[in-house]
C-alpha cells in the first residue's frame, strides 16, 4: 500500500473519463483519501471548459474521450495553464499512445489497472513534478527524449546575441531535471523551498518560450545537460 501523506487534501484533482461509473469511482476514491477533487468530465470539450474554470494541480485523465480526445485536451490544459500537471490514467498501454501523450504535455502514463494505492501515490508524485510511468513506460519515453533530441529543433539557443540567458541557478534546476530528479529530490539537493524549483523552472520555460516539461527535457538533453 502507499504510503498516506497529510497534505493529500492541498493537492486538487480532476478526473476525467467518459465511462460515468468509473469516473465516479476514481473521483470517490481520490475523495476518500484525502485529495480535494474539484470537478469532474465526460467529454473533451467540457473537460477543457472545467479545467479552466477549476484549475486543478492534477488532471487525471482517459484518452479516449468523446468530442474531442485526450491528447487534444491535454494540450489545450497545458497551453492555458502551464502548472497544470495532467497523469494520464488509460486502458491502453499501445506505445504509440504513451509516446503521443508525453508529447501533449502529459506527466505521467498509468494504466487503469493499477490498484487504488498506486493511483493515490501517482497522483500525488505527479503532483510533486514527478514523471510517474507504469512500469516497463518509463524507458520508452527517455528513449523518445533522446531520439527528439537527435533531430533538429527549432528550440532556441541561449547563446545566441540577443537570446535569453538563464541564471546560474535556473541552469543547475535545469540541469537536475535533465537527469530525472523530482521537484521535491532537487529542492533537497540545493537545499531550497519545492515552490522555489517550481518558480525556476516557470521562469526558465519562459524564457526558452517553452511550453512544458517534456519540451523542457528535451531541450536540455539537447546540450547535454543530462550528462553534466
Known amino acids: 500500500m502507499a504510503e498516506r501523506h497529510e497534505?493529500?487534501?492541498?493537492?486538487?484533482?480532476m478526473v476525467v473519463d467518459d465511462h460515468p461509473m468509473w469516473r465516479d469511482a476514481v473521483a470517490r476514491d481520490l475523495a476518500e483519501s484525502g485529495f480535494a477533487v474539484v470537478a469532474t468530465a465526460g467529454d473533451g470539450?467540457?473537460?477543457?471548459?472545467?479545467?479552466?474554470?477549476?484549475?486543478?494541480?492534477?488532471?487525471?485523465?482517459?484518452?479516449?474521450?468523446?468530442?474531442?480526445?485526450?491528447?487534444?485536451?491535454?494540450?489545450?490544459?497545458?497551453?492555458a495553464d502551464p502548472r497544470v500537471r495532467v497523469l494520464v490514467l488509460s486502458a491502453s498501454g499501445e506505445h504509440a499512445d504513451v509516446l503521443e501523450?508525453?508529447?501533449?504535455?502529459?506527466?505521467?502514463?498509468?494504466?487503469?489497472?493499477?490498484?487504488?494505492?498506486?493511483?493515490?501515490d501517482a497522483v500525488r508524485r505527479t503532483a510533486d513534478g514527478d514523471p510517474v510511468?507504469?512500469?516497463?513506460?518509463?524507458?520508452?519515453?527517455?528513449?523518445?527524449?533522446?531520439r527528439l533530441a537527435s533531430e533538429p529543433a527549432p528550440a532556441p539557443d541561449t547563446g545566441a546575441?540577443?537570446?535569453?540567458?538563464?541564471?546560474?541557478?535556473e541552469t543547475e534546476v535545469l540541469r537536475l531535471?535533465?537527469?530525472?530528479?523530482?521537484?521535491?529530490?532537487?529542492?533537497?539537493?540545493?537545499?531550497?523551498?519545492?515552490?522555489?524549483?517550481?518558480?525556476?523552472?516557470?521562469?526558465?520555460?519562459?524564457?526558452?518560450?517553452?511550453h512544458n516539461r517534456v519540451e523542457l527535457v528535451r531541450y536540455a538533453i539537447e546540450r547535454g545537460l543530462d550528462d553534466a
Open 7 to 13: 497534505p493529500a487534501g492541498e493537492i486538487k484533482v
Open 45 to 79: 470539450d467540457q473537460a477543457v471548459r472545467r479545467a479552466r474554470a477549476a484549475a486543478p494541480d492534477v488532471l487525471v485523465l482517459d484518452l479516449n474521450l468523446p468530442g474531442k480526445p485526450g491528447v487534444q485536451v491535454c494540450k489545450e490544459v497545458v497551453a
Open 101 to 120: 501523450a508525453v508529447k501533449s504535455g502529459a506527466t505521467g502514463y498509468l494504466l487503469k489497472s493499477a490498484s487504488t494505492g498506486e493511483l493515490q
Open 133 to 146: 510511468f507504469t512500469p516497463g513506460l518509463a524507458g520508452l519515453v527517455l528513449g523518445e527524449y533522446r
Open 161 to 169: 546575441p540577443g537570446a535569453p540567458r538563464l541564471t546560474d541557478r
Open 177 to 210: 531535471v535533465a537527469k530525472g530528479l523530482s521537484y521535491k529530490q532537487i529542492a533537497e539537493r540545493l537545499v531550497i523551498s519545492h515552490r522555489t524549483v517550481q518558480n525556476h523552472v516557470q521562469n526558465t520555460l519562459g524564457k526558452l518560450q517553452l
